[in-house]
């Protein structure tokens, strides 16, 4: 594209659209992008850059797959969409079927949903509505913890992180919830404070709702296996539900198709999204056990109160079946422990810049995080300098590449974000 067709195309995005997290117009411009292709963006300047971001973590297997390209056009040839109120078709059922497969335990009614926040938001209500349907009406909020982000919409709001989240500005106006440190400043019992609020608040507690190991936007920080039991036991003793939002873990990320996996722990609720269509289209789902969906359907309403208008469009659901058939060809934990080697051999030389706190690694999670807020700005144009497309948050630079990365691009990505960070 040429340069006059990219200034016009700039200029009228920032008189008409608004980008996420950004001011209205961006106090920086957007980079063009023209196409996109196996790891690859092809920004419109002609210039071409590994994405270290899969697309806010979605795009697993790349951009343009051939295999994910077959499964829309072939839907597309039957139809777009229909409503699901009333009717079912092919592509729901069987991809239901493939999600009840492979979710953990006896996880088997699937509500579909837009987006991750919506996902949350079901799963939220599913909750709630569990225990109004049984005559418990006082258990009513939710106990969750902290550095946690769930989403953007209200109720997903209210369960990130009330002081250091990015919705903190909304605080006096969400549900009020309860919030445990599973990271103490020192070597103590880490599900200490979660106990402490269940013992004295359980009876008005419906659900702990956790990104089980790894914290995604509210700090990417990882936490061991063995705590995500013990939440699952404490649940257990104290009678609540477990939610576990897998929308950024699920599907691989972590070494494993799902991060409750790692702890042989089944939740009472699922929420999956982002890499279930492998970045092509919007769509979550939430999954629950059954025993939730028969009180839910046979006491009070006797109905789920939700129903999105584009819930179980035909065209994502075929999408998110042929993106699960292909990650199960995949040697999963081959692929993600070595990405998980060569980021900790990559990064490990950022700790000697005086400006990083800390370097960690987890599956195809690579995170460098710094003393001070990082400029966003900065740091992106750099990485682009050494052909890497990243957003860093906060004092986060991070990178969650597409598992079809390789090893000489993991390389590339390790040396853009210590050639960013370097000045």
Known sequence: MDRKRIDELIRIDRELIWHPYA?????VDPYPVESA????????????????????????????????NAAVTEQLGKMAHVMFGGLTHQPAVE???????????????????????????????????YWLSLGRPEKNRLLTIRGGYHGDTFGAMSVCD????????????????YFADIFPPVDADRL???????ETESHKIAAVIIEPVVQGAGGM???????????????????????????ATGFGRTGRMFACDHANVTPDILCLGKAMTGGYLSFAATITRQEISQVISSCGLQMLMHGPTYMANPLACSLALASIR??????????????????WSGLEKCRELPGVKDVRVMGAIGVVETHERVDVARVQQRAIEKGVWLRPFGNLVYTMPPFIIRDDELAVIAEAIYFALKD
Not at 107 to 124: K, M, N
Not at 228 to 244: H, K, Y
Not at 326 to 343: G, P
């Open 162 to 177: 009330p002081v250091s989240g990015m919705h903190a500005m909304f605080g006096d106006r969400l549900m009020a919830q």
């Open 221 to 247: 920080r990882f936490y061991p296996p063995e705590l995500v039991a013990g939440i699952r036991r404490l649940c257990n003793e104290f009678g609540v539900l477990l939610i576990a939002d897998e929308i």
């Open 95 to 129: 991809l239901a079927r493939k999600l009840a497969e492979i979710t953990p335990g006896d996880l088997s009614r699937v509500f579909f949903c837009d987006s991750g926040s919506v996902a949350v938001e079901v799963a939220i209500k599913i909750a709630f509505q």
């Open 326 to 343: 292909l990650l199960e060809t995949y040697d999963l934990s081959k692929i993600i422990n070595n990405i998980e080697r060569l980021f």
């Open 23 to 27: 001011a209205a117009p961006a106090t």
């Open 192 to 198: 200490a404070d979660m106990r402490s609020i269940l």
């Open 37 to 68: 292709s196996g790891t690859k963006l092809m920004l419109a300047d002609g210039r071409e850059v590994i994405d270290g971001m899969s697309s806010w973590w979605a795009a697993v297997h790349g951009y343009n797959h051939p295999v994910l």
